[in-house]
Structure formats: structure tokens, C-alpha cells
Nanobody
Framework: VQLVESGGGLVQPGGSLRLSCAASGFTVSNYFMRWVRQAPGKQRELVATITSGGITNYADSMKGRFTISRDNAKNTVYLQMNSLKPEDTAVYYC???????WGRGTQVTVSS
């Protein structure tokens, strides 16, 4: 069972990134999944969630800017991030709570 995040990088404020979380060993559409981020010196923070039925939810500061989605054929969960701000700088992790599986994370840096 494995999660591998990708798509992070350096982006200017106002820019966009799409993160991917590729799963192996299980089927993402069967599980509640979430994106969590951790900024330097701060606790992990919930970003967005998606249920097995496809219902999504977001932290207040991400609503309207971030979109979580899933491609069942690719067994991958995505996080589309728009209108990025410097305070969005963090390592972003994919997580399956029911199996307590974490990816290694992908770094997102928002800076001019």
C-alpha cells in the first residue's frame, strides 16, 4: 500500500499548481481521502477531503481556491490549487485515514 505525491514546486503568488497522489495496493474510490499540509514550525493542517462517494470538503482558507478530485481509472487523487498565496507554502501530504497511510509529501513554495 503506497501513496506517492507529485506536482509541487516553486510558484509566484497568484499562480496555480496541481498536485497528484498516485495510489497503489488499494482503490482510492473505496476510501475517504484527504490532503494535509505542514508549514515549517507549524502543525499539520487539513486542506481538503473527498469521500468514497465523491463528496468534497475544504478548510475555510482554501474554499474557492483549491479543488480536490479523483480519477478512478488512474487510481489518483488530485489537488488543484489556484490563487496561491505565500502562506500556502508547505509540504503537502496525501493521507488515507482508515488505513493510516501517508505519502512522503511534495513541497509547495509560493514566493516572488
Amino acid at each position: 500500500v503506497q501513496l506517492v505525491e507529485s506536482g509541487g514546486g516553486l510558484v509566484q503568488p497568484g499562480g496555480s499548481l496541481r498536485l497528484s497522489c498516485a495510489a497503489s495496493g488499494f482503490t482510492v474510490s473505496n476510501y475517504f481521502m484527504r490532503w494535509v499540509r505542514q508549514a515549517p514550525g507549524k502543525q499539520r493542517e487539513l486542506v481538503a477531503t473527498i469521500t468514497s462517494g465523491g463528496i468534497t470538503n475544504y478548510a475555510d482558507s482554501m474554499k474557492g481556491r483549491f479543488t480536490i478530485s479523483r480519477d478512478n481509472a488512474k487510481n489518483t487523487v488530485y489537488l488543484q490549487m489556484n490563487s496561491l498565496k505565500p502562506e500556502d507554502t508547505a509540504v503537502y501530504y496525501c493521507h488515507v485515514p482508515m488505513r493510516d497511510v501517508w505519502g512522503r509529501g511534495t513541497q509547495v513554495t509560493v514566493s516572488s
